[in-house]
């Protein structure tokens, strides 16, 4: 069973959100909160396995209160919720830690499987969705350093460009002609050296070390 948190300051949208994920039997909603502070809270109180987070809200906005969750090494996944795509606060969320987001009117079956990917290790980008990432990653400049990059193996170099180029791990074996296994097996190793959970934060990180220009 995947334990959900639902976080909306917006009371119709939580109970919204809350019939559609009790009509799966694999999904069960164990918390909700109004404000960042309270997702906090229910973060290290609760320890859901992933949290539905709405971007604007009272007292702590979603950006900061995934920012604080993320410190833990037992925190939540945290899928953003928004009202338009990637808009100013997407990328932000991003760096605070998301594992990627959705938009409010999504499907409710495309929501739940959103869920179940997160809980799955995996990052909520789709192509479409990281092409986007690139194309505003681009248009800024590069100012943050970091320093893992210069950790990793040329190999794991290159898979990391890929990565941040949009693909899976099977197009990634396909075009680098090794088996599945090899590519998770780098993938563990790059998320590892560059303290990254997921897919999103690799990304965020490749293009802001500069390594993708």
């Known amino acids: 069973m995947i334990r959900v948190a639902l976080v ?33 809270l229910i973060a290290s109180e609760q320890g859901p ?19 604080r969750i993320a ?8 899928i953003i919720l928004t009202t338009f795509e990637l808009d100013e606060y997407v990328f932000e969320a991003l760096r605070a830690g998301a594992s990627g987001f959705l938009l409010k009117r999504t499907e409710p079956a ?19 969705i990281t092409r986007k990432l690139i194309e505003e990653f681009t248009r800024r400049p590069q100012v943050v350093s970091n320093n893992r990059v210069s950790d990793l193996t040329d190999r794991e ?13 099977q197009e990634l074996a396909e075009h680098l002609f090794i088996a599945d ?8 190793h790059i998320f590892t050296k560059l303290g990254a959970r997921d897919r999103a934060q690799a990304i965020v990180i490749a293009y802001e070390s500069g390594l993708m220009s």
């Open 71 to 78: 410190t833990s090494e037992t925190a939540p996944r945290v």
């Open 110 to 128: 495309q929501l739940t499987e959103a869920i179940r990917v997160v809980a799955g290790g995996d990052a909520l980008l789709a192509p479409s």
């Open 8 to 40: 909306d300051d917006d009371a119709l949208i939580r109970e919204g959100l809350r019939m559609i994920i009790d009509q799966a039997s694999d999904l069960e909603v164990v918390a909700t909160a109004g404000n960042g502070e309270e997702a906090v």
């Open 181 to 188: 296994n090899t590519v998770k097996t780098h993938v563990k």
């Open 157 to 169: 170099r290159e898979v990391l460009l890929w990565i941040a180029r949009g693909l899976s791990n």
């Open 49 to 67: 396995d992933v949290m539905l987070m709405d971007v604007r809200m009272p007292v702590l906005d979603g950006i900061e209160a995934t920012r």
